[in-house]
């Protein structure tokens, strides 16, 4: 079975409230213009967004997903999100494990594992993000990271259907900065998670599960970062805020 695309828009801190609303509404026209072209299409707006969104969007195919989720069903975690939440606000994915959140809010392989176990659990769907930074690059340790990120971050998780879960690789120095991974640098890593997935899953979840790119996806390199084999998607931040740009990269995905 071929894989659909994904094309998700990570949002990050961006947006009120009426400018989500905005935003949604445009992209309902960006999807029927389409015209039953097979790709998918998911949004990721900050939490307090996230209702107002499902509101726009209804009636559409388009994704919710939240930014992050916390594990706990409920209780005295302040601040936190649970995935419970999270659908009743409409969403049915979730990002965890964001480079971000790893370097700004300790997020861990462990704590990655622990957030996409909850989101399965109550039917959602993980966006798991793994990628190396630059100076693991450079020192050659990029295959390690990952493999280290994938292995401990889906541990255990329990996942009988490839779109269940949905992997995203990022490199982190590639996030935000312009400097894209050319084709060939995300497809060697991405074919190298999908022989992983076949490991800790199995074979056919692994051929069926999205693997996407994200770092510095842009409409204009959109078509070549597609064209590879293993790359099935892209997780978009800049170029996702502006609804002529995400819209173009929907459109060459
Ligand atoms: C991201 O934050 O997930 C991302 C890929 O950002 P950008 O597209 O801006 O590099």
């Known amino acids: 079975m071929p894989r659909i ?4 828009g990570n949002w990050k801190m961006f947006k009120t409230i009426p400018e989500t609303v905005d935003f949604c509404l445009r992209l309902k026209d960006e999807i029927t213009a389409l015209q039953g072209k097979k790709v998918d299409v998911a949004v990721a707006p900050p939490f307090n967004s996230l209702a107002a969104a499902a ?9 919710l997903a939240a930014q ?8 005295a975690y302040t601040g936190e999100v ?13 990002i965890v494990g964001h480079s971000e959140r790893r370097q700004y809010f300790h997020e861990t392989d462990e704590s990655v594992n622990r957030k996409a176990a909850a989101l399965l659990k109550e039917g959602l769907i993980p966006i798991v993000c793994v990628g190396e930074t630059l100076a693991e690059r450079k020192e050659k340790l990029t295959f390690r990271v990952v493999e280290r ?16 879960l949905v992997i995203a690789y990022e490199p982190v120095w590639a996030i935000g900065t312009g400097q894209t991974a050319t084709p060939q640098q995300a497809q060697e890593v991405q074919a190298f998670i999908r022989k992983l997935l076949g490991e800790v899953f199995s074979p056919p979840i692994a051929r ?3 693997i996407l790119y994200g770092g510095s996806v842009k409409p204009d390199n959109t078509a070549e970062l597609m ?14 805020l502006e609804i002529k ?8 995905a």
């Open 227 to 240: 064209a590879m084999e293993d790359v099935d998607g892209a997780l978009v931040g800049g170029a996702s």
């Open 245 to 252: 740009s995400f819209g173009q990269i929907i459109q060459r």
């Open 5 to 8: 695309p994904l094309i998700a």
């Open 208 to 210: 069926g599960m999205r």
């Open 149 to 164: 990120q994938i292995r401990d971050g889906l541990k255990g998780l329990a996942v009988n259907d490839p779109l269940q």
């Open 55 to 63: 509101q726009a969007l209804r009636g559409t195919q388009v994704f």
């Open 68 to 75: 992050d989720v916390f594990w706990a069903e409920s209780g």
């Open 82 to 94: 649970a995935p419970r939440m999270l659908k009743d606000a409409g969403c049915c994915m979730a």
